[in-house]
């Protein structure tokens, strides 16, 4: 049998064994806590309700003790003196008081720094905001298609046309889109200009009834869809052949009802559009309107100026309102017995038969005659013609 050799430990080993008894020992005989292992005391929070204030905590010395470690003790706020007190202790004890704080005001637009794509000029260059004045209203003048339209040079549309196109000079100077001129600058237009106002045309057509004057509407054909070389008057002694850009931008200048007739002026100048319907327009424009009239007895057709009042056609001449505004005067005459002549200086819709309305008239035809000095003559319905070179409205 052989002998077991006594097991050797190394020193790790025996310290590892050491600390694990120590742990067992402590284990079968627990120890009470210290004092100093005991925990602390929660930290009393805010004063509620009544009672006294409770005093501030005082170290070892004797002198108050801050929570917050080595920093001093502050007192509370109701623990303060007054601010008189203060200052009679400072002037007692020779101190001076203490110095309110500036407040801080931020940097004026001279030291804040410039961003870098930001320009600002110097000081030297800038206008203070006191002495900058606008500009007096005579002084910004009246844009110059305007301008153009008012001298009867040509429409607004073909004035902006004619300056993108460099053919209009302001004072010698050639134009830009959008210029103001004063009524003391020299506006001139080039002669390629000039030559495209004389291929426009101007046409006048005798509209039949059931034909609208301007855009189709309720299934009804504008008047334009009649201006082909079919229905072109045969007596026209102008000799300007038709073509097909002459329909271009051609537009009624003046309106006529769908139920009405006579003479439609259809043009491509805006001059001409303007001095018939522009807003400051005088042109006359006559009419011949058959009329009934209601009476108790019933409609009355035949003989109508003997059963009219005079004082209505009186309101007829001057004192009625359309659409809370009164008329300009009207030449009212009766043209035979069951017809009256009109004589308009304003185109409001549906004027004449509205007018005709208020005073108990019935119209159950319209024709147009005359616009300015053109008449509508021997032109057929249905039928039109070119403008002559020497008429005016």
């Known amino acids: 049998m052989t002998e077991r050799k006594p097991l050797t430990l190394s020193a790790d080993q025996k310290k590892l064994r050491e600390q694990r008894a120590q742990a067992l020992d402590r284990l079968a005989n627990p120890t009470p806590p210290s004092a100093a292992d005991a925990p602390r005391a929660p930290r009393p929070g805010p004063r509620s309700g009544p009672g006294p204030r409770p005093g501030p905590r005082t170290g070892a010395d004797g002198n108050p003790r801050s929570d917050r470690g080595d920093k001093p003790y502050r007192p509370e706020r109701g623990d303060r003196p007054a601010r008189p007190e203060r200052m009679e202790r400072d002037r007692a004890e020779g101190a001076a008081p203490a110095a309110r704080p500036t407040p801080r005001s931020s940097p004026s637009a001279a030291q804040r720094p410039t961003p870098s794509n930001v320009y600002r000029a110097p000081a030297s260059d800038q206008v203070p905001r006191a002495s900058r004045a606008p500009a007096p209203a005579s002084a910004e003048g009246t844009r110059l298609n305007k301008r153009m339209a008012e001298l009867g040079i040509c429409s607004r549309r073909e004035g902006d046309a004619w300056i993108e196109k460099g053919w209009v000079t302001v004072n010698g100077e050639v134009a830009t889109m959008g210029m103001l001129v004063q009524p003391t600058d020299r506006v001139e237009v080039s002669e390629e200009a000039k030559g495209q106002q ?107 100026q003997a059963v009219f009042p005079a004082d209505r056609l009186a309101l007829l001449r001057h004192g ?74």
Not at 332 to 348: A, I, S, Y
Not at 352 to 361: A, D, H, K, P, S
């Open 198 to 304: 004389k291929h426009l045309v101007t046409i006048l057509l005798n509209k039949p009834m059931g034909f609208v004057s301007g855009q189709a509407e309720d299934g009804h054909q504008p008047a334009i869809t009649l201006i082909n070389p079919r229905t072109h008057w045969a007596e026209d002694g102008t000799r300007i052949r038709f073509a097909n850009h002459q329909l271009q931008g051609l537009a009624p200048a003046g309106r006529l009802d769908i139920d009405s007739v006579g003479l439609l002026v259809l043009t491509q100048d805006g001059r001409v559009a303007r001095q018939l319907i522009g807003e400051d327009s005088e042109m006359e424009k006559e009419y011949l309107v058959r009329v009934t009239c209601s009476t108790p007895d019933g409609d009355v057709a035949t003989n109508v």
């Open 320 to 393: 009625l309102s359309l659409d809370g505004e009164p008329l300009k005067p009207a030449q009212v005459e009766w043209q035979n017995p069951e017809q009256l002549r009109f004589v308009l200086t304003q185109g409001k819709k549906r004027q004449i038969r509205r007018m005709c309305e208020q005073v108990g008239l019935k119209v159950v035809g319209l024709k147009r005659i005359r616009m300015g000095k053109v008449t509508l003559g021997h032109l057929p319905v249905g039928q039109w013609r070119y403008l002559a070179p020497h008429e005016r409205f």
